[in-house]
């Protein structure tokens, strides 16, 4: 298909057409021939493999290793913001058919907003970016520029992209990602993280005792299933708010599955409708989060809006709405249990296809990474499980209802960490929609990383 087609709004949606661009023409043009050498997927059972081994082996460790069954302590709270808008003139981050062209403005401002949440045994730093994708590389600086100043562990640090297919581009040194966020800006790299990094340090350094609460409620047709008519479309709004002693918010974390594509291949910054739900959120004074959840086939549903910024704005402003209300409801508490988890997962094989043909694998290895964070943390009965992935709705629901059969009450957050592309059920592996060519660990992916998430979530306490 041709890039930026309306119909597949992905992240990806260019890497099988931009081969002219110039930055770039050399390594495409290797590609492209290499991509004429065909290679089968293989067959053998995730089960009978040494990265499910290895992966279960450390699960089992990582939960040796870890504290569950904290007493419960009081809850102390952090949080920043600051602005990471790169100067116009840098490339934009989410369409191939951009080809890493400059940026001509800035729509509205990007953030990076942190969430830090600590009683006396453990503690969750949560920072929400309004970026297309994070990768490793981005995630990895952050953490240790943070940790060179404030006491943070890996298992106690997420990094979530909002993913606007409008945020900054240039921060990824992957090859793949270059395709659909220009190349790679040190300088706007060290920058981005720097500010970030120092974000997160204030909040680490300036918490004070809190309260939180859980909840969740439904929207009605804000989002759809954009593969399948009809498709399953996970609908729930969950938020977790912050308050201080007088019950005035101090932070929320919004959690809804969907694109933020609404301005689409546009030559501006934008944060899309995370943009908008935030901003209302934070009228007054809170810091607000976005995590984007199992939206790989969701998108927000049109309802005759007579631009894409009142699309965008009726998109954020419901969510706003929708999550004050549930709050509105919810009961406060400033004692709880805390735990995190930590595990390298390793992946299978990496299966790239290009119109029928397949990519080598040992190429296609070097493209994508063959080993990935995942995180499940513990708030009480209240889960958090990340992965790097854009996982189908469908996805998503059978996770929830996994947890909820454990008595856990589930967050899954999405884009978080680093990016590697998309989930689906293994039955849609072999059909021609946009999420299927653009999964690329083969067919049991769905599988093996369901087993991996049921597995860490058996070692919690709770």
């Not at 969750?124 to 060179?148: H, I, P, Q, W, Y």
């Not at 943070?152 to 966020?181: C, I, K, P, Y």
């Amino acid at each position: 298909m041709a890039a930026g087609d309306a119909r597949h709004d992905g992240a990806f949606c260019g890497i099988d057409a931009v081969l002219s661009w110039d930055v770039l023409n050399r390594r495409v043009l290797l590609f492209s021939f290499l991509a004429l050498a065909l290679c089968g997927c293989s067959t053998t059972d995730y089960r009978n493999t040494s990265y499910h081994r290895v992966t279960l082996e450390r699960i089992e460790a990582a939960g040796k290793n870890g504290a569950p069954g904290n007493a419960p302590s009081t809850l102390r709270a952090g949080t920043a913001k600051v602005e990471i808008t790169p100067p116009i003139g840098m490339p934009l981050q989410g369409f191939g058919s951009r080809r890493g062209e400059p940026s001509r403005g800035v729509h509205d401002s990007l953030f990076a907003r942190v969430l830090v949440l600590k009683n006396d045994h453990a503690q969750l730093v949560l920072v929400s970016c309004d970026l297309m994708g994070v990768t490793r590389n981005l995630t990895d600086a952050v953490f240790e520029k943070a940790g060179r100043k404030v006491p943070l562990a890996r298992s106690e640090f997420v990094m979530l992209a909002t993913h606007t297919h409008s945020g900054a581009g240039g921060l990824s040194d992957r090859f793949a990602m270059q395709f659909v966020g220009g190349r790679f800006r040190p300088k706007l790299f060290a920058e981005t993280t720097d500010r970030i990094a120092e974000a997160v340090v204030r909040a680490s350094r300036d918490t004070q005792p809190a309260q939180i609460s859980f909840g969740s409620g439904e929207t009605i047709d804000l989002n759809k299933n954009r593969s399948r008519c009809g498709g399953p479309v996970d609908r729930e709004v969950k938020v977790l708010r912050v308050t201080n002693g007088d019950g005035r918010p101090i932070a929320w974390l919004v959690n809804f599955a969907a694109h933020p594509t609404i301005f689409g291949a546009n030559w501006e910054f934008t944060a899309d409708f995370p943009g908008y739900l935030c901003r209302e959120l934070e009228q007054d004074g809170a810091v607000a989060l976005f995590a984007n959840g199992a939206a790989g086939d969701l998108n927000i549903q049109g309802r005759n809006d007579p631009s894409k910024e009142a699309k965008a704005e009726r998109a954020g402003s419901t969510l706003a709405q929708r999550g004050a209300e549930i709050a509105s409801k919810l009961l406060r508490k400033d004692v709880v249990e805390m735990e995190t988890r930590y595990v390298e997962a390793l992946l299978p094989p990496v299966r790239i296809r290009l119109d029928g043909a397949a990519i080598p694998v040992w190429l296609g290895n070097c493209l994508f990474p063959r080993t990935l964070p995942v995180h499940l943390a513990r708030i009480d009965h209240t889960l958090f499980v990340t992965v790097p992935f854009e996982l189908n709705a469908e996805i998503g629901l059978a996770w929830k209802q996994e947890a909820a059969k454990r008595g856990h009450d589930l967050f899954v957050l999405g884009y978080a960490n680093d990016y590697a592309g998309y989930v689906v059920p293994e039955r849609n592996y072999a059909t021609t929609c946009y999420e299927a060519r653009t999964s690329f660990y083969g067919p049991q992916l769905d599988g093996y990383l369901t087993e991996v998430f049921v597995k860490m979530m058996e070692g919690t306490a709770k």
